[in-house]
């Protein structure tokens, strides 16, 4: 089945600082998107992707859509410790008909002040 | 800004119960689906449901679980007899519709401990 390779699995950075994190699969998805989720809530939608090679931005976060449409990555400037939380990749499987996003495990971000 | 509303936040019951999970998805929106996390691990997809019936299902969305619009606004998850591996964070979610349907919005979820 599809499945989707995040990494890395978790960052512990410096506030100020940049952080990339990426997903990979072995399976050709339709759409990217990113989340973000923090303890005890549902997951925020952050950017879609929808082209492949697309580049998104949103304030400090922007996430490119790959050119095989196998992989995306997400990467946060100048990091606050509000960056704080769990980063999941989602993907839209391109077999025809599916709706369900599959999601990846998360890359789990701390920011030290 | 619009956002989906689940209720209860936190729900305990005892293996063999029956349990139902509500959600009100965003207004305007006719795709609704069921996701589940447990503890630690990633989001997983059950089931979505549009026109009045199930789109799509997973291998996890057996027998035991159940999908209900009963009105304009609701959108219901049915455990019918609750394991202790059901014990989860259970997620709606709603999209507008073809062509941004990938764009899911989540609500914050029902935590389901089956003790």
């Known amino acids: 089945g599809q499945q989707l390779n995040q990494s890395p699995q978790s960052m512990f950075i410096q506030e100020g600082e940049d952080v990339s994190m990426n997903c990979t699969s072995s399976?050709?998805?339709?759409?990217w998107l990113w989340y973000k989720q923090e303890p005890g809530e549902g997951p925020v939608l952050l950017i879609a992707?929808?082209?492949?090679?697309e580049l998104t931005s949103n304030g400090r976060l922007t996430a490119q859509f790959g050119i095989t449409r196998k992989d995306s990555f997400l990467n946060i400037s100048a990091s606050i410790p509000s960056d704080v939380g769990i980063y999941f990749c989602?993907?839209?499987?391109?077999?025809?008909?599916?709706?369900?996003?599959?999601f990846g495990k998360g890359t789990k971000l701390t920011v030290n002040p | 800004e619009p956002e989906v509303t689940q209720t209860p936040s936190h729900q305990v019951t005892q293996m063999g119960q029956e349990v139902i999970l509500r959600c009100v998805p965003i207004?305007?929106?006719?795709?609704f689906y069921w996701y589940r996390q447990i503890l630690g691990q990633k989001v997983e997809f059950l089931v979505s449901?549009?026109?009045?019936?199930?789109?799509?299902k997973s291998e996890i969305f057996d027998d035991q679980f159940s999908v209900e619009r009963p009105d304009g606004s609701n959108f219901t998850l049915k455990i019918r007899s609750t394991k202790l591996e059901d014990s989860a964070m259970y997620f709606c979610?709603?999209?507008?519709?073809?062509?941004?349907?990938?764009?899911?919005?989540f609500g914050p979820g029902t935590r389901l401990t089956v003790t």
């Open positions: 979610a709603s999209s507008e519709g073809y062509g941004t349907s990938y764009e899911q919005y």
């Open positions: 399976s050709i998805f339709n759409t």
């Open positions: 992707l929808y082209k492949a090679g």
């Open positions: 989602a993907g839209h499987p391109s077999q025809g008909g599916s709706e369900k996003l599959v």
């Open positions: 207004s305007n929106h006719l795709y």
């Open positions: 449901f549009y026109n009045n019936e199930i789109s799509e």
